[in-house]
């Protein structure tokens, strides 16, 4: 509705539109579950309590990641970093381990938060392109793993009967704890954006930044506290990982903020920023995680199908995407 | 820096300057936008700050709300010297301002757009949204706005969005509420009703600074005004002590005897309306906006499109020019047909658009002012995939040449030139194309009082060559001066035409006032 | 070279503030280049053999599939878009030169340079025709594209065919194949931007793509034909990578590509908001990279410093850049 100078007291709620709106925040959610109910049918094993938590323990490392570039994305941003502060936050939480469960938490959530806080500062005090900072961040992060683990020689063991193992091999009520986590993190998301300043500043200022700023909202804080969290974020999905695997493998992460950027738009955030949903993030991770699985489940499949279904799943959801919103505003 | 809290506010008395400034000078890489303005605001009054395009009006709001600081002089706020930082500084401090363009959130609720930054927290820090929606349906209800504060505010009227605005202010306790072009947007009944809580809220103490370019609402609002020019204040005085002739004399630094001569457009008189017409449109709907749309337009002629906002009048130009999706209706050209949805046909039928948005459908602000005139014609002057430069080059140096268009050269970036001649640079890219077919949206808005008369003289020198003009403006007397008729839109539907002994500001009024009365009249001559 | 629209013989009309803006300006248009000759000096001061043709060649050689992939970058990112599949198509087309080779080189080359083409127009459908968001479109099209070529490629394949080891190998007075190959991409594409209508119409879509199309552009058929171009380079790239190398490794060509390539075109001028295409620039940035990489190889600088070191470099050179628009503006 920008184009035009006659502007309705009210745009039209037809029914239509409303139904596209639906569409629009819920789409990937009705995907997920016919994705999820046809293959209960398909597939004997896919419905099993034992698969289907392991698909969500599997997806919980990914969700945490999501989780921050949500915020990120809906402040009109975009982090590429995670991919690589994810592997560095793995493999510090592995070094970390060597001395104590305290410095496995720590010393990661520190290191991969303040470079989230650099990239912040970078972005929002100088003004430089998100694409370019956190591309920089990218290398910059993948750098200093390679500069901890003899470049990329030493794989780190979390060592035997350290309780930094327990965090992700261990559960409660027989699901993982990385489950809970992620659920009790996607709760607290959901309360910060929708129940904090904080929250909508940070679609204030996605949709409008120079506005928010004549408004006298903090953008610069804003940017500054969500490019750190989602360092924090990254590193915390590494640490979970790490324990998961008792090692901080230095591989990791490679193109995953690709895989979570696609996550968090089929979740129905917009790119464009200032508007998105929390949920609608996890869901898209679920919904990543439910199709390898099944290719998984097709033994005879080659694996580089998930890659090409997600792709092409990706391209539909956006195509629909783009249609609904045509829809909408008629 | 010194930042006055609420406790050290003085007793309101009505006369006592709240915000003024003192020898403020601001420049900017070289070119001076500020000299030494004295500007004084008092509590509850509505000061209008007029002045042409670039004679310092965005400047000296920016530098009072903290986005600038002043290269010498102070600003008194409450009787202290302070200096802000950040917009956030000012607006802390009780300085709010309002923008052209709305500048809320539209995917949040009413309620969150008031207090965005401020919300009511519960005892766990959490924004207390049944407190928050209370309060805002309070805030909503007493300047008489009647909203739903939970829906959100993507889905209000643009009038709707400007009051949730306002509402904003006063929600920081305000004492200075700065109106920067508040009603370019608005309806006339939004306009009324902004006003209306406008007059409230000086009612009770605070202090308005109002800018606009519509000059008719200055009397009718404004108890005070400050002109500027070139960055200095050159007259300053109760607006009812100034007419419309003595104002636009300050404002242009002319004598009162060469404005009056000029009237207050530069049309003349009526042209030549014996012929065939050359833009035929029947029937024209578009879904939500028009029904059943029909005129006619002689070669030579300049028809006006009247019409208070949301009437149509953009919407039906659009349509003719094949940017807006039509469902039916037919728009020929010398009585061959145009395609529908088709810019590209339309332009190749001859039919030109100079769309209002300037910035976001006109120009494009990197290229040269050359490459810009030469957009539109882009397609027809290559050759097997090749731009003919020299042909270009020429064209585009008649027309910087026949439009006085002011640059530094042909390569000149069009972002580095004022609003005036930005505007000349896109009546020049469309005449390139050699229209028959003229469809003006509001050309002379926004641009400095100079420049419009230049448009204005230009607009009738082209009808007199015999193109067909399609005149939109919000200016009753542009379109009554400028226009050999007008047709008059109300709610999408053309409502009357007006020729000959009926082509005046009082029918034109009348047949505008079914849908609520526009604005008055001002003319002090 | 370093304007990036045509420019007839200016009027001697009076610029104001030049002197004032001639600093500022000056190192964002011309820092890439400073850069480079800097780079250049210091390696011949402190690398041993670096002033040979050997070296010299071999530094030739390498930037020339991240160039021709940065050629077409900066087209799109002219447009104000960007595409993140350049990497996938390479891959693309380097598995699919073993796949054909038994109907000839040229059957093989065309089928990979087509591929190339499809997924081009594919993204330029997905952009221009429907509105998707380039970075989501291209995001797409890289996730499925280098699945798509792991299942053709499936492993490493050495390639035998002698005219495709020729063009990766050979040379033509001296001069390689593939870099006379870059080269002529380079004069095309420089005038396509400069010359032709396409090139004028695309940089006034990247300046403001409302206006283009009221202003009758094709603006659907230029955004379209950008992303066919961009992705028929990148074919090219993945082809001319694929004969240097004799072989065809679709889990490793062309990755990460992408972020060079954009490294490249911004480093070189062209602004990520469009409405620019510097393609002088664009060269020179990606030779900057294939020097700053190399002068930390002949120094046997381990990976982890060389990363972090372009890191700070990318971010510095970007500042270097936007730092001054955004005083100006």
Redesign the interface.
Known sequence: MT?TTAAPEHLPGSGRARLARLAQRQGALVILVAAVLVSTFVFDSFGTAGNLTNIALQASFLAVVALGMTFVIMSGG?DLSVGSVFALGGVLAAWGAQHGTWAALLVPLTVCGAIGLVQGL?IAR????P???T??????A??????ISD??ATTYKVPAGSAFRELAQGGFLGIGYPIWIVLAAFAAGGLVLHRTSYGSTVLAVGGQEDAADLMGLPVARTKLVTYTMSGVLAGFGGLLMASYTSSGVTVLGVGME??V??AV?LGGTL??GGAGTVLGSLVGVLLLQVIRNVINQVGSL?S?????????I??IV??VQ??LATVERR | MVTPTDTARPPSTGTATVLETEGVTKSF??VQALRGVDFHLAEGEIHALVGENGAGKSTLIKVLTGVHRPDEGSVRFAGREVEFHRPAEAQRAGISTIYQEVNLVPLLSVARNIFLGREPRTRFGLVDTAAMNRRAAELAGSLGVDIDVTEDLGRLGLGAQQMVALARAMSVDSRVVIMDEPTSSLEAREVATLFEVARNLAGRGVGLVFVSHRLDELWELCDRVTVLRDGQLVHAGPMAELDRVNLVAHMLGREVADVVRGGTTEFGDTHRRDREPVLAVTGLDVRKRLHDVAFTVRPGEVVGLGGLLGSGRSETVKAV?G?LPVRAGTVSVDGRPVRANS??H???SGVA?L?EDRK?????????VR?NIA??V??RF?RA???A?RRI?ALVDTFVRRLRIK??????KVRELSGGNQQKVLMA?WLCTEPRVFLLDEPTRGIDVGAKAEVQALIDELAEQGLAVVLISSEMDELVEGADRIVVLRDGTVERELSGELLTSAALLAALAGAGAGSEEHDDE | MSEQ????P??A?????RG??FDADWIRRNGVYVALVVLLAINVVITDNFVSEGTLRLQLIQVTPVLIVALGMALVIGTEG?D?SVGAVMAIAAALIPLYIGYGTAVAIGMAVLAGGISGALAGT?VGR????P???T??????????A??FGGEIKSIRDPGIVALGSESLLGVPYVVLIAAAVAASVWFLVR????G??L??IG??K?????????VRRVLTTTYVICGLLAALAGVLLAARSQASDPTKVGLLVE?SA??AV?IGGTP?SG??VRIAGTIAGALLMQLITATLIFHDI???????????I??AA??VQ??RR?AKS
């Open positions: 184009a975009i970078v100088g003004g430089l392109p694409f370019i900072v591309l920089a961040g990218l290398l910059f993948r750098g200093l793993l390679l500069l470049e990329g690709l895989e950027i696609s738009v790119l464009t080659n580089n199908w998930q890659a090409v279904i997600s792709g092409t990706l391209l956006v195509t783009r249609w | 890489g070289g020019y940017a810019v590209r339309a332009l190749r658009l769309s976001a459908e006109g120009i494009v602000p990197d290229l040269s490459d957009l539109a882009l397609p290559s995939g090749l731009v430069e080059d640059a530094a050269g042909p390569h000149q890219r | 629209v045509a420019a007839p200016r009027p009309a009076p610029e104001p503030r004032r803006r960007i993140l997905l429907i509105g998707v968001q970075i989501i479109a995001l797409g099209i890289m996730v499925a594209g280098r699945g798509l792991n299942l010359r032709s209508t396409f004028r119409e940089v006034a300046g403001n409302r206006a283009a199309e009221l202003a009758g552009l094709p972020l954009i490294t911004v990520l409405g620019q381990p990976d982890s410093t060389a990363q972090i070191a372009q890191a700070v990318v971010v970007v500042y936007l730092g955004k």
